[in-house]
């Protein structure tokens, strides 16, 4: 018993570290929908900067010590945070699932590679007396250095607790409490909350998502920065990947809170702490089966995440809301779009066949190994929307696979391909069986979940890998009949000929019936089954097929270098491998085999500095500024011609001049006078790689898409001067380049792009008193859906404007519009006058416009007193309101969400009346409300319009609001077909709203 | 109109390649051309995080030694009964020599890679973060062999190329195919735990011979061009008949305690190196073992809640415990050990490492009173082979560390190995010299004990020390000693 509480104690306390990640990882993906697989790159770059500062420093104190802990923790993360929130997550806010998840493991990749990096530079090349981290088995604490271990006699056993563990029992406690507190009962937590509960209405309310975010982020990455400083000394490391292991158990533990539930997923880590302790000391019947133990946490996840499947409603794939690819090259002729592809495959041809020497083939059949494996990405993700963080499992199953037969067997090189494969087909299929309950976010993690636990359990299964040991299994290169692979050159023209035929069948499998059975699920499960395609069976196709072309390229990239062990393809590897190919282009085979190509020559190209000893300095110093000044020249003549700053390229140009002149001045780190650099190129390979995942992650077609895309806006640049020159007009309504790429000039405060038609609508109320809200000729659309097509309409103060129209009419749409849900396309929305188009919904709310959307715009998570507090902070108003409305008194403590439809609709406009707003916008309110309560609610707009606020109430029954609207507007397919007084309002009119569309339509 | 990143990366690419197959012509005369060898800092400040991957050395962690194989009267090469090479008469060469169930004999073309008429080029490999200086131990002992005229027909060696391949087995891999086909270099002096079969399979397909510290199985039988300084030391893992290299640690302990009489308890760690160690030492301590337990290796996560592993200390309180798991979990289970009040000798295998114990505060007091095993000699300044060492530092001016003293070794034997193929040096001449006709290393007093091919092709010389950290310091506990046969 004794022994039980003490491994109680000691695993919660280890358990805590896991929960302060989980708490962070819970409250960031609530608040922002991204799940940060980064944090254990932060915790790792937080502890190494704090190991740093005590020893270069010197520091010995506690009082420095602490200095240093409040410097990390207080300070630099964060920092970093916000610097994360800006550059990476802001812009992801709107990106789908799979974009997310990949931009994250693009810092997973990024970070610690650069923390590397820049602790080399530290210790060999510039003197910043950084330490070197070699034998760094003990990092100094925060409280004690040395640590100091104490003895509590507890009556029948003895309970030891080191300095390092209070440490992270007292941070713990005050992480808990304060996280509580803020959450609970600052301003800043409510907003949170809110925002987590309805970000669309959180913002009409006020409250600034971009701010919450930056919060979420700054905090989140404070606590995996806390995690890092206190549980380094705990878990005795300082090395990357192991935080990485840290963070996915976290992640476990984020899981079994729901990924909702910040105080469960803190009782998760404490508990997945205690379990492992316990499972490690009780569960001796494991004790034969090696990595049970370290297992046990990627069990819970998965175990949870199917769990947590059950209650999800929603089901579908990840990218259901990606759009198809768009096509760039629509102007230009067949040949000219093929033609790179046609000279890139001939460049290999001819690389392979010619050119490359001993060395650069081995490099080319990896590279095309890779290219087969990676494929099968473009297969799962691209096509599928699922994404795996499997596939280097598949390649480790199907390799070893083969092996083992070739050597117990004795069969020839064919069959135990086959067989490897399928085997590798069938842990496809499991992997895969989650899927059918999860997509998105708690599939990724499935994924990795299953991957891990092979690697760790299966394949380290000494029968399977080959008795203990690394020794692994032999994989000769293959003879098929009369043809002998085995030279490197005859193994690259097989590769070749294998990958070109593989892209042939992705291709044709993406255009086939199967390839749109494939879409058709991943963009709507319920539809696709109700089109009379098997949901299940597609799924599992997919990843099997894929899971048989990942073992595929694998079988053959194992047959290059001769070998099979259970690092051949390790899962962290596999996350180094999904960033490149994020970065190239996730939907075409040709851009997975351009990943793989880069994946395997980099570590060459950077390590080696480019090894060519009959380039003379000047030679280098020349290639150094062309690159350069393309790196520039990108810069400004992208800004020339309309098109964003594109760090990637811009970026990667530049790291090569900037290597061509280390290479000449010796500059770390391609010391050209020493040695080849492998590891070095692996940092900055990987920092590259992950930045550029980063950027690119919401753009499903990677750097050859955004390219292609820049490449049209120049196109288009120049047909338009072309056209000018010559006196044409020219429309560019054709051009399919989206927003974020062609950055469309945004419509300023004060500008108008059409100041004629703005002046005209404007005639009509000219005078000292501007309509407190007004529309200008306002255009808006969903993607490429016109919703409103040009609306005039203005809403005095101390008035009520009712707009009418049937369903599907733009009513809501107009609402979005005025309250900055959504951006108007063409026009502009004025506030007494001003411009305030390009404003969001927040910033309209702080200036006085407030929407009441339809359906109530309450926050159904939060209680009525917390509703109240978001608009009315000050606890007097409170009591004014509740005085006004018992009922809202009377359930202060209850969630709103539990309320009737009528308290509900009276809690959206109750505390508006405490500081009435300037323009109050109400969508449909009265919708599904009994008589009784409509007249309630009418009697509170009149008392809005009494003091003075501008109403627009929008309905689709008018009978109601026409008895106290001063003026009526109808709307029709997106126009406004009348706006009068009420009292010019007649029957007929009232019908044709309703009844004549068909007569617009048809115009 | 500015060309797409595509067209740049392709060009880029046809540059690359262009230009490395014009390298690749020139390298073939630019011996000479090579660059000076880096002068790396002192080990301690090769900062490199620890990487990922295995822990390098728990594969190692069964140390040397095996008497059994002569306890089991497996036919030692000092009496060849299994050559069946005819006895050597002058102008008479064998063509071919048995050891064991593996035969030796010349079936390729000779080849002169990176060896010319004044120079032998050679070339390294490691994992900086757990063998920072590695290239240090080299210079020092290139630099005596190139002052002493070690090799003969008065030939210089040269280190032409050194890769730290960062954990990663595929840098490791591309490193050893770039050293060979890039570089040229006759010989490779490499220690990682990620020197896989591929690499290793690699480097014996290609007659490529490679030395360092002989844990991972590329150093051992059936490869013929890998030799451990210590010989093969993972043949025990995949079952090479007598290669069982902890009795000379059993022996140790015996001398120590001054009795058999002992009772010891043993953590290893879960994975390969640790299971196989667990059932070596059901076997070898049986009825000696009052427990035997796995723990996580750091890989895994590490040993996140080390109060079990201190309770079951505690509890059985054993005469010794043996730590035969990864670097961390030694260190954390000493560190926690030693703060429970346990007051028996905690020994491991790894923590040997010059410079460690004053490294920080925590380190020192984690390590204060432990002893470590080693396979590399202690630097124990009172034997000729050591002063030599020092010697050999000084001139380079570099500091003896762990991952600098490997390279010291590794340099050791490959100059010995390839001094014996005489003046007409290519790789048949050496394959002839060190596999049939059979090869000794001469050391002096204080260094590694003798080490002889092809007999440790397959099993390991049974020597090992002792050291304890006295104030921050290493003293030696137990000097370094071969049991078994000295003559071997």
Redesign the interface.
Known sequence: MG?FI??LV??A??GSIYSLIAAGLTLSYTSTGIFNLAYGGIAYTSA?LYFQLI?ALGIESLGMRLLSFFLVVVVFCPLLGQLLNVAVFRPLARANDAAKVMATIGILVALPAL??LL??L???TWDWG????????????VWK???E?W?YDLGSFDL?I?SNQWAVLVVAVIVAVALWALMRHTRIGLQMRAVVDRPDLAGLRGVSESFTSSAAWIIGTMLAGLAGVVGA??????????YN??MF?ATAAAVVGGLRSIPLAFAGGVAL?VV??WV??YATFA?DI??F??SVPFVVLLVGLLFMARERTRRSGVVADAPPATDYTSDLPAWRVRL?WI??AA?IVL?VFV??????L??WVTGLAFGLVFMSWVLLTGLGGMVSLAQAAFVTMAAMTAGLILDKTGLPFIPALIVGVIVAGVLGVIVALPALRLGGLPLALATLALAFMSE?VLF?W?WFK???????W?IPRPKLGPFDFEDEKSLAVLLVILVLAAAWLVRNLQRSVTGRAIIAVRNSEPAAATSGHSIVRTKLAVFALSALLAGFGGVFFATF???V?P??A?T??GLFWLAVVVLVGIRRPGAAV?AG?MVA?S???F??G??????ESWHVVLVASVFGA?AV??AF?DRQVGLPFSPP?VGVLAV?AYICLARVYSWYPI??????????A??ITAFMFGIGAMQLAREPDG??AF??A??RV??DA?RRRLAVWQGEVWTDDASPVPERIAAAPSVEPGKSDRPEAAEEAGDQYVGDHPPALELVNVRASYGLVEALHGIDLSVPRGEITALLGPNGAGKSTTCAVASGLLTATHGQIRLDGENVTGLRSHRRARRGVVLAPEARGIFSGLTVRENMQLWLPNPEDRELCCERFPILGERQNQLAGNLSGGEQQILTLAPLLAHPPEVLIADEPSLGLAPLIVNQILELFIEFKERGVALLLVEEKARDVLEIADSVAFISLGHITWHGPRSEVDHDQLDAAYLGEATSASD | MKKSLLYKLLALMAALTLLAVACGNDDDDDGAAAPAPEATEAPMDDAEPMDDDEEPMDDEEPMDDEEAPMDDAEPMDDEEPMDDEEPMDDGEMATSRTWGAYTYEIDFEPSTRGVTDDTVRLGAMTQDALYGGFTDGIEARLGRANRDGELPGGRSVELVQYVDDGSDPQANFEGARSMVENDEVFGIMVTSAVSLPQTTDYLDENQVPFTGWGFMPGFCAPNDWGFGFNGCLSGFAFGVEGADPLVSVQNIWYDFFGTEDIVVGIFNSDDDAGRAGHALYENLWAGKLAFNDFVPTQTAGGITDPTRFVNTVLEHDPDLVILSTDFAGAITLKATIAASGYEGPVADYLTYVPGLPGSSPDLGQALEGGYAVTQVPPLDDSEPAIQQLLADYEEVGAFPGFGSLVGYWSADLLIQLIAAAGEDLNTASFYQAVNIDGFETTQQSGALGPVKWPADHVIAPDCTGMVQVVDADYVVAYPFVCYGDPGR
Do not use: C
């Open positions: 022994e003490q491994l000691s695993g306390i280890a190494m020893n923390t590397d602790v080399d530290g210790t060999k950084l330490q070197s981290t070699d034998y760094v088995f003990l990092t100094p604490g250095v040395p640590s271990t003895t030891r080191s000394p705990v878990f005795n490391s300082l090395e990357s990947n192991q292991v840290f158990i702490g492992t302790s490690g000391r004790q090696r990595g133990e370290s790179p000279l890139g460049f690389q050119f490359a020497d001993q060395f650069w081995g490099l760790r380290e000494s080959n008795g203990q040991g690394t020794k692994g032999d270098i001769g070998n062990t690092f051949t390790t962290q590897a351009m190509i020559a570590g060459h190209t390590g080696t480019w090894h060519w000893e009959w380039m393309a020249a990108t003549r390229i090569l010391d050209w006078d020493g040695f080849d650099q492998y590891d070095e692996r940092n750097i050859l390219t292609a820049q490449n120049r196109r120049w």
